[in-house]
């Protein structure tokens, strides 16, 4: 029987499916790196004593790079590569949210993503959250935060 650790990785790659779209950011260590320098609170994680149950990556970023990713001129992976450290961001990029489906459907994701943006808006001027959806799921839990949050929500619209 696979951990929740290697269910969570299984699940990455069936809903992102990262190996056979370069644009996307591919998260390894050296992106959690990354992640973790720009804001402590852009990587969430929620686990029991079998492991993790639930991870949510957030960006974040400038409205710059949120208007070139919105229009098509930056790929995700290049809204991690022209976001630095230091920078005063106004923007955050819902990232990923992954919820076991056994947990799904309690609020896990919303709680975690809220908690991830409140603690970047008490560091910096967010004014905008921004996000490109893999699923009706994806797309409902971005407005779901955007309204808690109080803050617009731009949408990249989803590949077919």
């Keep these: ?9 299984q699940l990455a790659d069936e809903v992102f499916d990262v190996k056979h779209d370069p644009s996307q950011i591919a998260v390894n260590e050296e992106v959690l790196d990354r992640l973790r320098a720009l804001h402590p609170y852009a990587i969430r994680e929620s686990k029991n004593k079998d492991g993790p149950i639930a991870w949510i990556l957030v960006i974040p970023t400038t409205s710059e790079v ?7 001129s930056l790929f995700e992976k290049d809204i991690l590569e022209k976001t630095q450290p230091g920078l005063v961001f106004s923007a955050i990029y819902l990232c990923s949210a992954l919820v076991l489906p056994e947990r799904q459907g ?3 994701a919303i709680k975690l993503t809220l908690e991830a943006v409140d603690n970047i808006r008490k560091d910096h001027p967010i004014a905008a959250l921004y996000c490109w959806p893999f699923s009706d799921k994806g797309e409902r839990l971005a407005k779901k935060v955007a309204e808690l949050c109080r803050l617009p929500l731009q949408i990249r619209p989803r590949q077919r």
Excluded: Q
Aim: charged share 25%; net charge positive.
């Design 106 to 108: 309690k609020g896990i």
């Design 1 to 9: 029987m696979p951990t929740n650790f290697e269910r969570m990785i």
């Design 66 to 72: 949120m208007k070139g990713f919105l229009d098509g």
